[in-house]
């Protein structure tokens, strides 16, 4: 009887404390964005949807992840091949491509604050090479599509990391017989890459596309970083009402859409790079 | 990991004809720019802002800038003896510790349930780990705050640690369920025909094998938390951590602050990261299936 007890016994604190601290907070948030004193309204999310910045927050937000999330998954593929293929240094190449993994994003925001500040390190390379005479101000507030390229920057350079750590491991699972069969057929190195190499990692594919997807609509610290206020972002607008404001149901109604582009992303990731039944590994 | 290089080992003994990278020395030479280049990418921003960390208020806010530290502390005393920051530093820490105590204890049972034995309600518990990763997890600090004011753990280390401790029980869970599936249950049992109760076995076989593995997500779990700024943002007024000090002082603090700042949270991060560096993929490679 006992024996029978014990996974349930083991399982159960951590259930407990998702059920309590996950699930259950998850649902509130839903609650929160459509609750009133009055009962049922609609009113947060008209209140939202009314603002000024909702449009460009939530556009800013799309585009940031449109753009940021194929540039990621180039490099991560390019970096992730190299690896692969490297025979002397390998450990230490992995290790230095990996740092950003430890970094947070308010961390990569300040490096590359670093850079393009007005006094910063961009404004003295381009001094040096004779291009301005003066330290320009890229970070201000008429530079809107410059923070936008700094953020961009600062996000392929700190969460590339991790798409290539997951398509290692995935690459590590390919069997190199697949890719030595290509060989002997004559298949090019860029046709076995194409052929062989990308289908069998979709489910790597799958699992970085939807983590950095997610994490791209979650952005924030960057921005708030790179551009204060200047460049609107929906988890800054969230964290703007929560905070500032003081109105959390807005904050959740704001929550919700953050959620919404999130569950619509990931079920297209798992449609879109669906792994046939049987075809794994 | 370790099984390919074996396969890769046995792969360079029996000399078959493999095609070296790209073709010629023109291939080679393209591939260990890139490598080079890659490395410089990664490398040369973090090198940058040690530099504004390690130079004078002056140098900072300066121009134009020179590439080498200049070995002033000014800017890292001005940052430690700033209002705030000696205990922001210290709530980050203890924030860190208690997610990564309450991670490992929560996490670690479910585990070593998941890889010893098949019952029925796994696969529910399986779908709720799945799920914290498709939910942007930092928003759940919204619901939490009224929560915590009502029970009385709003702006306190351990409140701010339970949502940090949602984001680090999914790896906890499935990287403590690799470790244990890597020692074979043949050893278990083995201690058991010996005499030892379960307990003893788990504890005198299974546990020093899989310790250093731990001991890696247990540092893994506390950068999650020294990482976090939203949640931390969001739920702390008094005793902010300091990615939440920063985040909150950015629009007010001058340059060499933010710098020293961040210098703050780099280093720690970095010397975490280079501690776990052998399981830094099995870790993620496992956690992200």
Redesign the interface.
Known sequence: MRA?A???L??L???L???V???Y??L??GV?AVSGPEGLTLRHLQTMAGHWKFGPALRWTLLLAAVVVPVQLALAL??AS?VD??KAGRDT???????????????AG??????F?????L??VL??LGVIER?VLFLGYQNVWVIFLAVVLAEV?RAT??VM??L???M??IP?EYD?AG?VFGAS?WQRFTRITLPLLR??LQ??L??RT?NA??V??VV??LG?TTLPVL?GE??QW??MLRD?NV??AY?LV??GI??AS?LFYLRALRVPRGATL | MRRSGARRAAGARNDAPRAVVGSGPAGRFLFGASVVLLCVWVLVPIYLLLVNALSSPQEVTGFPKRFVPSFDFGSIRFFASFAGVAQALWNSIAVAALTMVMSLGLGAPAGYALSRFEFPGKEWFRMIVVMTRAFPLPLLALPLAIFFIRTGLDDTALGLAVVHTVLAIPFATLITFSLFSGVPLELEEAAWTLGCTRWQAFRKVVLPLVLPGIAASAVFAFIVSWNEVFAAAVLTVQNRTLPAFLVQSLNVSPLHLKFAGGAALVVPALVFIFAVRRYLFAMWGIASR
């Open positions: 029978k014990l996974p349930y083991l399982v604190p951590a259930t404390f998702l059920l601290f996950f699930v907070p998850a509130q948030i929160l390019g970096m190299i293929r490297l190449v992995l290790y230095v491509f990996a740092i950003p993994l430890g970094l947070s994003d308010l961390a300040i490096i590359w604050l670093a850079i500040e007005q006094s910063g390190f404004n003295s001094l040096h330290p350079w990391a991790i750590v997951i290692v491991s995935g590590g699972l190199k030595e060989q190195a489910p790597s699992s970085a939807i983590l997610l609509f979650e924030f610290a708030i970083a204060g988890m969230t964290y929560q905070f959390r904050a959740a929550a953050i959620l999130s569950v990931t």
